[in-house]
Every structure is written in structure tokens, then in C-alpha cells.
């Protein structure tokens, strides 16, 4: 069974990795490129729930499978520690991205357009928080990325303990 978990749990991983590689490399730009910019903000709003709800789900997959391990001693016993810290903090925060700042970024663009259309300018403080938080976000996941690269890592160079 323990090989099984293992399997999965690389799975896990490689899916989350190639999700957020192929969304920001492939995805992102060519959306951009391809679509006008509201028609490509509409896309990114369909898209960005799934993307958070796969980093959700990876995530808890891989504390099952970690713990799982764990308790099977197929795991060292402190990169399995820092595993499930990793994948709590990874996992946490797609849950916060996806919960509290995707749908406040969507407002502040819902607010914003209908203002454009009227001829008026949008208030700026609105443009700010938008590009603030966009800029977290991005932050954020490049962090959430940087983390499942070392959850590979740790798995793949992990010592049984």
C-alpha cells in the first residue's frame, strides 16, 4: 500500500505543479494576447475558482498521503513534518486566494467598469487596492509554486525514517 500512497501522492504534486506552470506560462499570456481585456478578465474570473480548487485539493491529498506515510515510518519523520506544514500553509492560502481575494478583486472590477462606461473616471483608491491585491495574489502564488517544487523535493529526497 505504501508504494501506492507514495504514487499518489507524487500524482498529487505533479498535477498541482503543472497546473499552476501551464496556467501562468501558457494560459495567462495567450489569454491576454488572443482576447481584449474585459473579455479576457471574464475568462480569468471562470478560470481562477479552478485553479484555487485543484491547489485545494492537491493539497489535501497530500496531508492524507503524508500522514498516511507518517504513520506507516515510510516517510522521515521531520520532511514529513515539514511536508504537512508546506502543504497546511500551500493549501490554506489557495483556500484564502480563492475565498477572500478573488471575489474582492472581482468586485473592485465590477465597480470600476460600470463607472468607465459612464465616461467618468473609476476612483483611484479602487485602482490601487485592485493592483495591490492583484500583485499579492501574484506574489502568493509563485510562493504556493515555490513550495510544491519543495514538497517534490522533499518527498523524492526524503530518508525513510
Not at 36 to 51: H, S, T
Not at 58 to 76: K, N, P, T
Not at 121 to 139: G, I, N, T, Y
Request: hydrophobic share 55%; with cysteine.
Amino acid at each position: 500500500m505504501v508504494p501506492f500512497v507514495k504514487w499518489f501522492y507524487l500524482v498529487a504534486l505533479s498535477v498541482w505543479v503543472g497546473s499552476m506552470v501551464f496556467f501562468t506560462v501558457v494560459v495567462a499570456p495567450t489569454v491576454f494576447k488572443t482576447l481584449g481585456a474585459e473579455e479576457a478578465a471574464k475568462l480569468q474570473r471562470v478560470i481562477f475558482p479552478r485553479y484555487y480548487l485543484v491547489g485545494i485539493i492537491c493539497a489535501l491529498v497530500g496531508i492524507v498521503c503524508v500522514g498516511w506515510l507518517l504513520a506507516e515510518r515510510a516517510f522521515g519523520k521531520w520532511p514529513g513534518i515539514l511536508s504537512l506544514v508546506l502543504l497546511a500553509l500551500t493549501g490554506g492560502t489557495d483556500g484564502w486566494l480563492l475565498t477572500v481575494v478573488l471575489p474582492r478583486l472581482h468586485e473592485l472590477r465590477e465597480r470600476k467598469t460600470p463607472v468607465i462606461g459612464s465616461g467618468k473616471l473609476p476612483d483611484p483608491r479602487w485602482e490601487q487596492e485592485w493592483k495591490e491585491l492583484h500583485r499579492a495574489s501574484e506574489l502568493l502564488n509563485f510562493a504556493v509554486l515555490a513550495s510544491a517544487l519543495a514538497l517534490l523535493f522533499l518527498v523524492i529526497f526524503s530518508r525513510v525514517a
